[in-house]
């Protein structure tokens, strides 16, 4: 079965320090990836995306996110992280072979602490 | 930028209430979703409408149906409301034009309460 798996439920970090939100997939053919955001009682909102070419995406918010194929990761990164990044992180896949549907990660609940 | 709206933000209904959740885009996209979000299980796909008429089953459809009448418009319907539908419920649109990414773009959600 395709699956997306962000095995950490909670992240904490201080303000300042880098963050990394992790996302792993087993899906088929040669997916596209995506990074979106939620805030409290808000809907989501897309953060950036990986289709093809260089391994580093650059998004919204200072976020960027490395693509790895042999280890089948695409984990979300900040170099410094802001008290107003807390949010709800969810990874999401479209599988190579799908015109239509997204699998999506169980989400990751992000804390920075000041 | 593309909006995605929903008929209400929140809502409170009894268990066997018929109940009509409404979703409307502005950007002509062809695809439609209704995703149910609850804690600690991400967004699971209920139904989704690749053309006005057009819907397939997602993951969780028992209990629930929807209505694509006109291309911007896609409602849940829940039949007889239960308590275990309590939950959030999010709207969501995409393109399916050659070349397009997919990407999703959400409304901001209805809360369903069912007491």
């Known amino acids: 079965a395709q699956s997306v798996a962000q095995p950490e439920d909670q992240v904490n970090v201080a303000e300042g320090n880098p963050l990394t939100v992790k996302c792993t997939y087993s899906?088929?053919?040669?997916?596209?990836l995506f990074w979106y955001v939620q805030y409290p009682n808000r809907g989501l909102q897309f953060l950036l995306k990986?289709?093809?070419?260089d391994n580093l995406v650059k998004g919204s918010y200072g976020f960027e996110a490395e693509f790895n194929k042999s280890q089948t990761s695409f984990h979300l990164k900040k170099p410094s992280a802001l008290v107003s990044d807390s949010a709800l992180y969810f990874c999401?896949?479209?599988?190579?072979?799908?015109?239509?549907?997204?699998?999506w990660g169980a989400g990751t609940k992000l804390i920075i602490k000041p | 930028d593309v909006k995605v709206t929903q008929s209400s933000r929140y809502l409170v209904k009894r268990t066997g209430e018929k109940v009509f959740l409404e979703c409307v885009q502005d950007?002509?996209?062809?695809?439609m979703f209704w995703y149910r979000q609850d804690p600690g299980l991400g967004l699971r796909l209920i139904y989704f409408?690749?053309?006005?008429?057009?819907?397939e089953k997602g993951d969780i459809p028992e209990g629930y149906s929807v209505s694509r009448e006109k291309k911007e418009r896609f409602s849940l319907i829940l039949e007889s409301a239960s308590t275990n539908q309590t939950s959030m419920y999010l709207c969501?649109?995409?393109?399916?034009?050659?070349?397009?990414?997919?990407?999703?773009?959400f409304g901001p959600g209805t809360r369903l309460t069912v007491t």
């Open positions: 999401a896949v479209r599988p190579g072979d799908s015109n239509y549907q997204l699998i």
């Open positions: 899906v088929s053919g040669n997916p596209y």
């Open positions: 990986y289709i093809t070419g």
């Open positions: 950007m002509d996209h062809e695809n």
């Open positions: 409408s690749y053309d006005v008429k057009m819907k």
């Open positions: 969501a649109s995409s393109p399916q034009s050659r070349g397009s990414t997919y990407e999703q773009y």
